[in-house]
């Protein structure tokens, strides 16, 4: 059984920092391509960043580029995001997601697993 569960959420002032973590269970971790999107109440989920299975490949949001960081510990089967400056408009439920594919990453649609999601309130 495939799980994901993500960890590290909260309140936080602005110009506060975060790590979450993604635990991944159930799935051979390296081959896949693990992202993390976002969603605020009344919004859409956003792509917010993602990591080929290597580690070599990340892709970023232009609106966390610079303040945000994704890596993973294959050894752990966990991916991580280091989220700094955090603003309010970064408020959302943080969802981690693995996909079979390479490609697309960028789009919610290509991710095959979900996770539950985490809060993450900025307070201003």
């Known amino acids: 059984q495939v799980q994901l569960v993500e960890s590290g959420g909260g309140l936080v002032q602005a110009g506060g920092s975060l790590r979450l973590s993604c635990a991944a269970s159930g799935l051979p971790f390296s081959v896949y391509v693990m992202g993390w999107f976002r969603q605020a109440p009344g919004k859409d989920r956003d792509f917010v960043t993602a990591i080929h299975w290597r580690g070599d490949n990340t892709y970023y949001a232009d609106f966390v580029k610079g303040r945000f960081t994704i890596s993973r510990d294959n050894a752990k089967n966990t991916v991580y995001l280091q989220m700094n400056s955090l603003k309010p408009e970064d408020t959302a439920v943080y969802y981690c997601?693995?996909?079979?594919?390479?490609?697309?990453?960028?789009?919610?649609?290509?991710?095959?697993?979900w996770g539950q999601g985490t809060q993450v309130t900025v307070s201003s």
């Open positions: 997601a693995a996909s079979f594919g390479l490609t697309r990453v960028t789009e919610a649609g290509t991710y095959n697993y």
